[in-house]
């Protein structure tokens, strides 16, 4: 969340975040799909994912994983050209171990996010032992004759690849899927390292320029995202997603109208898509057109009347055209919706001064501070606590209503 400011121009603030991960690509692309998100039903389909439920996850996982794509990727280098090396005999302990662990984590689940990865590690596996470990059979030809007896042997729990895609083609998935995690976690580093490696290995894999766009601009590479998304749009032109994360970009980098393009583009492609009528009507009011950002605020809504981003913009505009107590109405009902979201606070603070009613915008911009500390934004807290002095300094007690 951005710092509340005292203009309206960041009253929208809500607004300005990169849609979530593209976990869910369209099947057809064969990306990994991830628990709780999956919705293969219709793959011709690439649903606005949700947020991934992180409680799971701990900091050690993040370690684990991020150990594990640097021993990857250590691997991988050692082909110059990008294709998967064979195993070494060196290698198999430390794959099979790896193998191991991913068949206890990922289990039997088809949509666990490390499924791609394992089937990758799975596949290289294979491939070792079908070329260097004899079977019983081999040794041993008259036991190919006899009933088949069960084996305690600990190979015998792990799956074996029936992967139809090339070996390859499995890295970059699995790569990509590390990279989705990592990025959740918020280890986005170590992120774009995976879909780097997902696109070296993958230079059609439209969903890792997709978050790998995302990534970048999180950590504020702003050219870089815009030309990730442009890569994943020539891929896939009718990815509504890759033009509403591109328009964000541009909406940042103050170039309105090309931002204004891509959400238009954006909703053609997806008209029921409540984001891009979002996005739309941030940027028409960074335009100085707030009667038309409404329209488009307005349908965001109706698509989503849940959309706290949508309301919470919707009063900026309003503030914008004077309909004080209107905008007051969106703000709390943004807050009804989600009671932790800060910035409605503030903003409704702001609405709250216009009616001089000073009182009541001291607590809304105290609630704000105490849930700033609970989120351990300690920058955010900052500048509302010198927006709340400049108000107390400017307002005796004996002035409040």
């Not at 300690?378 to 010198?386: E, F, H, M, N, P």
Request: net charge negative; hydrophobic share 40%; glycine share 2%.
């Amino acid at each position: 969340m951005l710092a509340a400011t005292q203009d309206l121009q960041a009253l929208s603030t809500g607004a300005f975040t990169p849609s979530a991960l593209d976990w869910n690509f369209p099947f057809t692309d064969v990306t990994p799909s991830i628990p709780q998100l999956s919705d293969n039903a219709d793959p011709l389909q690439a649903p606005i994912p949700k947020p991934i439920d992180l409680t799971s996850y701990s900091e050690n996982d993040y370690d684990w994983l991020a150990n594990v794509l640097d021993e990857l990727i250590e691997f991988m280098h050692r082909d110059e050209n990008w294709s998967v090396p064979e195993l070494k005999e060196n290698d198999y302990d430390w794959a099979h171990a790896l193998l191991v662990e991913l068949v206890d984590t990922v289990g039997e689940t088809d949509t666990h996010p490390l499924r791609s990865l394992m089937e990758f590690v799975c596949q290289i596996v294979d491939n070792y032992e079908d070329k260097y470990v004899p079977k019983l059979t081999e040794l041993f030809p008259e036991l190919a004759e006899e009933t088949p007896i069960e084996t305690t042997d600990e190979n015998s729990n792990l799956p074996r690849s029936t992967s139809e895609l090339s070996d390859s083609e499995l890295a970059a998935h699995g790569f990509f899927s590390i990279g989705c995690l990592l990025s959740a976690g918020g280890r986005l580093e170590n992120a774009l390292a995976a879909y780097d490696t997902a696109t070296f290995l993958k230079p059609d894999h439209v969903g890792a320029y997709n978050n790998r766009g995302i990534a970048r601009s999180m950590i504020g590479q702003y050219e870089l995202a815009i030309a990730d998304y442009s890569a994943a749009i020539r891929l896939k032109p009718d990815y509504a997603e890759a033009y509403n994360n591109r328009a964000l970009i541009k909406q940042l980098l103050e170039r309105y109208q090309d931002a204004l393009a891509d959400c238009d583009e954006a909703i053609r492609l997806k008209p029921d898509y409540a984001e891009a009528y979002l996005n739309r009507g941030v940027v028409k009011i960074q335009l100085n057109q707030p009667n038309k950002a409404i329209s488009d605020l307005d349908e965001a809504i109706r698509i989503n009347p849940n959309f706290t981003e949508a309301y919470n913009t919707r009063g900026g505009a309003k503030l914008l055209l004077s309909k004080i107590n209107e905008a007051i109405a969106d703000f709390d009902e943004t807050i009804r919706i989600n009671p932790e979201f800060i910035n409605a606070y503030t903003n409704r603070a702001q609405a709250k001064i216009i009616l001089t009613s000073i009182k009541e915008a001291k607590s809304d911009l105290q609630t704000a501070m105490d849930l700033a500390e609970q989120q351990q934004n300690t920058d955010l807290k900052a500048s509302i606590a010198a927006r709340l002095q400049q108000l107390n300094d400017s307002t005796p007690q004996t002035d409040e209503t």
